[in-house]
C-alpha cells in the first residue's frame, strides 16, 4: 500500500512536484506515465528514499517515509532509472550482497539466487563482471535484485526498456504474482501500448502535477472534449490530447528529407 | 529488379570462442522498412556494428547500395546513418549544437546548410532550448532526439535504428513514427530493430527474427498471419508475439513455477 | 531486540566490507595477467622502499642531533608536519577513488543509513593503498626516533597510532567530499579549478620565496610552536619529546585523538547527507549558456570537424587546461632562470644548454603524454571517426595534428633560447637534429601507442592518474635515453665529431621525412584491425 499526500518538490526557482497526491493500493499494478521532465523520476527519488520533499508527506507499507525510511528500504524492491547497480562485482556477488543486505538468511539467500539466475537465463554470466553485461542482461539482474527479497512494494522505473519479448513476458509473469499475492507495484514507462495492456490503474503527470488517473480497464469508453464528442481510442491518444500543447513541428518543416 | 539496398552473405564473426554471427544472411530491398527483432545476445547489435563499419568481421561479405562495406566504405557511408541503442556514439563534452555541427562538417555539408537544417531539426525535436547544454547533462531521452537529429542531417538514403523507442516519451514516439511514414514515401530504406514488438508490427513492412547468429525467419509483415505453425497444431499464429517466442524460447525449464516464494 | 539489531547492522557492515574488495580484487581480474604481476612488484617495491628509507631517514637524523639539541624536536615536529601533509595530497589526488564514491552513492538505495556510509567511506579512506604506504614510513621512523623502551610503551604507541592514522582517513574522506560537493555546482567547479591552477602557477613563478620560507632556520621554530598543535604535532609529541613518559603522555593524546575522530566523523556525515540530497538534481540545470568567445573564434577558424572539437575538448576540461597551463609556465619558467643566470654572468651558456637538456626532456614528457592517447577523452565518441565519411589517413592527421604544434613551438622557443645564449653553430646543429629526430619517432610512437593501448581518461576533476602504466614506462624510457644521449654527445664530443653526428641526424631525419607518407599509411591500416579494440576500451 502506497499513499502519497500532496507531496512537492521545490529546486530553488524549478517546482519539480506539485502536491501530487495518489495512492497504490495492495493487489494493483499502478502506471505512471508523463512526458520527459514532468517529475516521474522525482516521484520516485523521493519515494525510494533518495531525496527529500519539500513539503507533503507519504506512507509506504504503513511506515512514514522521512521517519522510517531505512525501515522502508527494507521492504521494498527498486529498479532506479540508473539501475544503481555495482559494476566491480559479479551478478552472483551483487545478488548475494543485496540479499545480505537486507538481512537474508544464506541458505534461502543461496536457493533463491541459483533460481533467479536459472529463470532470467544468467547462469552462464553470474560469474563475469556486471560491467560486460549488455543493457538487457543489466536489466535482468536489476530486476532480481529488486524481487530477491519478495516485497510488498515495487517501485520500478522502466523496467522493460532493453528486455527482449520473451523475457518482458516473462517480467510480467512474475509481477501479477506478486501484485495477486498483495504487492503493489509502482511503474514508469513510455510505451503507452504496454502500459494500457498491463497494468490495472494509470495516471500521467506532467509539469509536476497530476492531471489524469484512472482504472485501465474502462479507458477507450472517456468521452473526448465537446468538439467531437467522440470517445478516445487508446491511452496514448488521451496522453497527447492532455500532454501536447499544440506547439509541435510537422515532419514537413523536415524539407531536404 | 529491384536493388538490395542491405546485401549481407555469410557473415561470420567470433569473439574468442563464442561465435556470435554465423553465417548469416541479410537482404533488405530498397524503398522498405525492415524489422530485424531477436532475444538478447542473438546478434543484432553485432550485425549492426558490422554494417556500421565500426566491427571487423572474419568472413563474408557485406554490400550496401550495391557496394563492398570494405573496400568503397567512404562512399557508402556518406549515405547512410545510424541510431545505436546506447547512444554510445554521443561525444559527451559537446553541447547538442556543437554535435550536430560536428556531424555536418564530418558528411561535407557547407556551413550555412548545417546551421539551417541544425536549427529545424533542434527546433522538431524540441531540443531548442537545450542546444547550449552539454550532452553529458542531457537525459536518456534528450540524447536519443539529439542522437536522431543527427542522423537526418545529411539526407541519408539508408538508416539504421537500434531501438529507437526505448527511452523516447511518448511524444516523440509519435513524431518518430510519423518521421518513418514520410521516409517511406520518399522511398528510403529504414532497418529498425526494437523489442516492442506491436510497433514492429505496426510500422514495418517486412520483418526478420535474428537468433544464435542466424536470421531464423523473414516475412512480408502482410503475409505474417497466414504462415503455418509448424506440422504439429498446424495452425496459423496470431501474432509476431507467438512466433517470436516460438522461434526464440529453447528452455522449457525457465517456468514461473521455479519460483515458488513468488 | 536491541542486541539483534545491532547484529544485522553488523553484518550489513560486513557485506559492504566484502563488496569494497571483491570491487577491488575484480579490479585485477579485467586487466592483463602482465600488468598485474607488475602492480605487485612495484606495491612491495614501494612497501620496502618505505620501511628502509624511513629507518635511513631516521637513523640519519639521529646521528646528527641529540636529543637535548634545541631544534631536535623542531625538527621532528616540522618534518612530521610535512609527512602528514604529503600523506593526505597524495592519497586524495593520487588514488583512484572510483569505488568509494560510487559506493556511497549507490548504497542510498539499499537500507543502509547515512552513519554506516560514512563509517565505511573512513575505512575505506585509511585502507587506502596509499594512505598505507606512509604507514611504514611512519612506524619505522618511531622506533628508531621514539622512546619505546618497553612492550606497555609500544602497545600505547599502537593505539595512537591506529586513531591517527584513522584520523588521517577521515581527513582524506572529508576532503574528497568537499571536494565533490563543490563540483556539483557547475559554478563552484569552475572557480575552483581556476583557483587551483592559480595557486599551482604562485608556486611556480615564486618558488624561491615559498622554499625559502622553511629555509630560514628561525622558521623552523616558529612553525614548530604552531604545529604541535595538530595530530601531526600531537603524535610527534607522544613519540618523541622528552618531557614525560609515553605512559604519562598518553591520556591527553588518546583524548585529544579520539575526539578529532568523533568530530571529524560528524562533519563527515553532514557532509555526506548534503551530498545524498544533491545528487538527485537531474534537469533543470542551466539551458542557455552564452557561448564563450574563444569557443566562438575556435569554431569560426577551424575548419576540420575533429580538430574542432579537439580543440572545444580542450577548454572545456580542466585537466587539459591545466596541462597546457603547466605547459606554458614551465617554458617561461625555465627561460627566465636561465637568461637570469646567463646575464649576470653566472653561467656559461653551454652550461645552460646542458641544464635545457633536463627541461627538454620534461617537455618530452608533456608533449608524449599529449599524443598517446588520443581517444582519451572521447569515450564512444570514436564511434563517429569509423561510422562516418572521415578516412583512416584523416583521423590520424587531424588527431597528430596537435602533436605537431607543440612540437614546432618547442622548436621555435628553444632556438630563440639558444640564439640568445650565443649557443656556437656547431651546438646549436646538434641540438636541431636531435629535435627533429626524436620529433618523428615521438609522432610514431604516440599514435602506435594510441591506437595499441587507448584508454579513457576522466574529463574534469584533477586527480587520479591519468597516464596509463605502459606510457609512463615508456616516458621514463625516453626521457632518460634522449638525456643520457644528448648529454653525452654534447660533452663528450670534439667539434668535429659533433658536426659529423649532426649531419647523420639530419640525412635519417630527412629520410624519415620521405618514409613518412608510408608509415602514415601503415598506421592507418593499423586502424582497421585495431578499431574493435578502441571502441570497446573507450566506449
Not at chain 1, 207 to 213: A, C, D, E, S, Y
Not at chain 2, 223 to 235: F, G, H, Q
Amino acid at each position: 500500500m502506497i499513499e502519497i499526500f500532496e507531496l512537492s518538490k521545490n529546486y530553488n526557482d524549478l517546482l519539480a512536484l506539485d502536491k501530487l497526491t495518489l495512492s497504490v493500493s495492495e493487489n494493483s499494478i499502478f502506471g505512471f506515465v508523463g512526458p520527459n521532465g514532468a517529475g516521474k523520476s522525482t516521484t520516485l527519488n523521493i519515494l525510494t528514499g533518495i531525496i527529500l520533499p519539500t513539503s507533503g508527506c507519504a506512507k509506504i507499507l504503513g511506515y512514514d517515509l522521512i521517519k522510517d525510511s531505512v525501515e522502508i528500504k527494507k521492504n521494498i524492491g527498486v529498479i532506479p532509472e540508473v539501475l544503481a547497480l555495482f559494476d566491480g562485482l559479479t551478478g552472483k556477488e551483487h545478488l548475494t550482497f543485496v540479499g545480505k543486505v537486507y538481512g537474508m538468511e544464506k541458505s534461502l539467500l543461496e536457493n533463491r539466487i541459483k533460481e533467479l539466475l536459472e529463470f532470467f537465463d544468467l547462469t552462464s554470466a553470474k560469474d563475469r563482471l556486471i560491467e560486460t553485461y549488455s543493457q538487457g542482461m543489466r536489466k535482468k539482474i536489476a530486476f532480481a535484485s529488486a524481487i530477491i527479497n519478495s516485497p510488498k512494494a515495487l517501485f520500478l522505473d522502466e523496467p522493460f526498456e532493453n528486455v527482449d519479448p520473451v523475457m518482458r513476458k516473462r517480467m510480467k509473469e512474475i509481477l501479477t504474482r506478486m501484485k495477486n499475492k498483495g504487492a503493489s507495484v509502482l511503474i514508469t514507462s513510455h510505451a503507452l501500448i504496454e502500459v494500457e495492456d498491463f497494468c490495472d490503474e494509470v495516471a500521467i503527470i506532467n509539469k509536476g502535477k497530476l492531471v489524469f488517473q484512472s482504472k485501465t480497464s474502462g479507458i477507450r469508453n472517456k468521452i473526448k472534449n465537446e468538439i467531437n464528442n467522440e470517445s478516445y481510442r487508446s491511452l496514448e491518444e488521451i496522453f497527447l490530447d492532455i500532454v501536447n500543447e499544440g506547439n509541435s513541428q510537422n515532419e514537413k518543416t523536415l524539407s531536404w528529407l | 529488379m529491384q536493388l538490395n539496398i542491405l546485401d549481407i552473405e555469410l557473415l561470420e564473426v567470433s569473439f574468442g570462442e563464442l561465435k556470435a554471427l554465423d553465417n548469416l544472411n541479410l537482404q533488405i530491398p530498397q524503398g522498405c522498412i525492415f524489422g530485424l527483432i531477436g532475444p538478447n545476445g542473438a546478434g543484432k547489435t553485432t550485425t549492426i556494428n558490422c554494417i556500421t563499419d565500426i566491427l571487423d568481421y572474419d568472413l563474408g561479405k557485406i554490400k550496401i547500395f550495391g557496394k563492398d562495406l570494405s573496400t568503397e566504405g567512404l562512399a557508402i557511408k556518406k549515405k547512410m546513418g545510424a541510431l545505436y541503442e546506447n547512444t554510445e556514439d554521443l561525444f559527451q563534452y559537446l553541447t547538442g549544437e556543437e554535435y550536430l555541427q560536428f556531424t555536418g562538417e564530418i558528411y561535407g555539408l557547407d556551413k550555412n546548410t548545417i546551421i539551417e537544417r541544425s536549427n529545424t531539426l533542434l527546433d522538431y525535436f524540441e531540443l531548442d532550448s537545450y542546444r547550449f547544454m552539454l550532452i553529458d547533462e542531457y537525459s536518456k531521452g534528450m540524447r536519443k532526439k539529439i542522437a536522431l537529429a543527427s542522423i537526418l542531417l545529411h539526407n541519408p538514403d539508408f538508416i539504421i535504428l537500434d531501438e529507437p523507442f526505448d527511452g523516447l516519451d511518448a511524444l516523440t514516439v509519435v513524431k518518430l513514427k510519423n518521421l518513418l511514414k514520410k521516409l517511406k514515401e520518399k522511398e528510403k530504406t529504414v532497418l529498425i530493430t526494437s523489442h516492442i514488438l506491436s510497433y514492429i508490427e505496426d510500422l514495418t513492412d517486412e520483418v526478420a527474427v535474428i537468433n544464435k547468429g542466424k536470421i531464423v525467419f523473414q516475412s512480408k509483415i502482410s503475409e505474417l498471419r497466414s504462415k503455418v505453425k509448424n506440422a504439429v497444431t498446424n495452425e496459423t499464429y496470431k501474432s509476431l508475439e507467438e512466433i517470436f517466442i516460438d522461434l526464440t524460447n529453447t528452455k522449457g525449464e525457465n517456468k514461473i513455477e521455479n519460483l515458488n516464494w513468488i | 531486540m536491541a542486541i539483534i539489531n545491532y547484529y544485522k547492522d553488523i553484518k550489513i557492515i560486513r557485506s559492504i566490507f566484502r563488496l569494497n574488495k571483491h570491487v577491488f580484487f575484480n579490479s585485477f581480474k579485467r586487466n592483463d595477467t602482465w600488468l598485474r604481476v607488475l602492480t605487485i612488484v612495484l606495491l612491495v617495491y614501494i612497501l620496502f622502499h618505505s620501511i628502509v628509507s624511513g629507518g635511513i631517514a631516521a637513523s640519519l637524523f639521529k646521528s646528527f642531533m641529540h636529543p637535548g639539541d634545541k631544534y631536535y624536536f623542531p625538527v621532528i615536529n616540522v618534518s612530521l608536519f610535512v609527512l602528514f601533509v604529503l600523506n593526505i595530497l597524495a592519497s586524495i589526488y593520487l588514488s583512484t577513488s572510483k569505488y568509494s564514491e560510487i559506493i556511497g552513492t549507490k548504497l542510498l538505495y539499499y537500507p543502509v543509513s547515512a552513519f554506516k556510509i560514512v563509517l565505511f567511506g573512513i575505512f575505506a579512506a585509511t585502507a587506502d593503498l596509499y594512505n598505507l604506504f606512509f604507514v611504514p614510513f611512519y612506524a619505522v621512523t618511531f622506533l628508531v626516533i621514539g622512546y619505546i623502551n618497553s612492550f606497555t610503551s609500544f602497545l600505547l604507541l599502537l593505539v595512537i597510532f591506529c586513531l591517527f592514522v584513522m584520523l588521517t582517513g577521515s581527513i582524506i574522506y572529508l576532503l574528497k567530499n568537499l571536494y565533490l560537493l563543490i563540483v556539483s555546482n557547475q559554478r563552484q567547479k569552475k572557480i575552483f579549478s581556476y583557483a587551483g591552477v592559480a595557486l599551482l602557477l604562485l608556486i611556480f613563478i615564486f618558488p624561491r620565496e615559498t622554499i625559502g620560507i622553511f629555509e630560514k632556520v628561525r622558521n623552523i621554530l616558529a612553525v614548530s610552536k604552531i604545529v604541535i598543535y595538530l595530530p601531526s604535532g600531537i603524535l610527534a609529541n607522544f613519540v618523541a619529546s622528552t618531557t614525560g613518559t609515553i605512559t604519562s603522555k598518553f591520556l591527553p593524546a588518546f583524548v585529544y585523538f579520539f575526539l578529532i575522530n568523533i568530530l571529524l566523523f560528524d562533519l563527515n556525515r553532514k557532509i555526506q547527507k548534503k551530498l545524498n540530497r544533491k545528487k538527485s538534481i537531474g534537469c533543470g540545470t542551466k539551458f542557455n549558456k552564452k557561448q564563450g568567445r574563444l569557443v566562438l573564434f575556435i569554431k569560426k577558424h577551424i575548419t576540420n570537424p575533429v580538430n574542432k572539437k579537439d580543440l572545444i575538448y580542450s577548454f572545456r576540461s580542466t585537466r587539459e587546461l591545466s596541462n597546457y597551463l603547466l605547459l606554458i609556465y614551465a617554458y617561461t619558467l625555465i627561460a627566465f632562470y636561465s637568461f637570469q643566470m646567463f646575464f649576470s654572468h653566472q653561467i656559461k651558456g653551454t652550461d645552460i644548454l646542458y641544464m635545457s637538456l633536463f627541461f627538454i626532456a620534461f617537455h618530452l614528457i608533456v608533449i608524449l603524454k599529449n599524443c598517446d592517447n588520443f581517444f582519451g577523452y572521447d569515450y564512444g565518441g570514436v564511434i563517429n571517426y569509423f561510422n562516418k565519411p572521415l578516412g583512416y589517413s584523416n583521423l590520424l592527421k587531424y588527431k597528430t595534428s596537435s602533436f605537431n604544434f607543440l612540437s614546432k613551438f618547442n622548436f621555435v622557443i628553444g632556438t630563440i633560447c639558444l640564439i640568445i645564449l650565443q649557443i656556437n653553430i656547431l651546438d646549436y646543429l646538434l641540438f636541431i637534429s636531435l629535435l627533429i629526430i626524436t620529433y618523428f619517432l615521438l609522432k610514431h610512437l604516440g599514435a602506435v601507442l594510441s591506437i595499441n593501448h587507448p584508454y579513457r581518461i576522466s574529463f574534469y576533476g584533477l586527480s587520479g592518474m591519468n597516464v596509463s602504466f605502459v606510457t609512463m614506462l615508456i616516458i621514463l624510457i625516453t626521457t632518460l635515453l634522449f638525456l643520457v644521449i644528448s648529454y653525452l654527445l654534447f660533452k663528450e664530443l670534439s667539434p668535429f665529431d659533433k658536426a659529423i653526428v649532426s649531419l647523420i641526424f639530419l640525412v635519417v631525419s630527412f629520410f624519415l621525412f620521405k618514409l613518412n607518407q608510408k608509415i602514415n599509411s601503415y598506421l592507418a591500416n593499423l586502424f582497421v584491425n585495431k578499431k574493435e579494440k578502441i571502441v570497446s576500451t573507450c566506449s
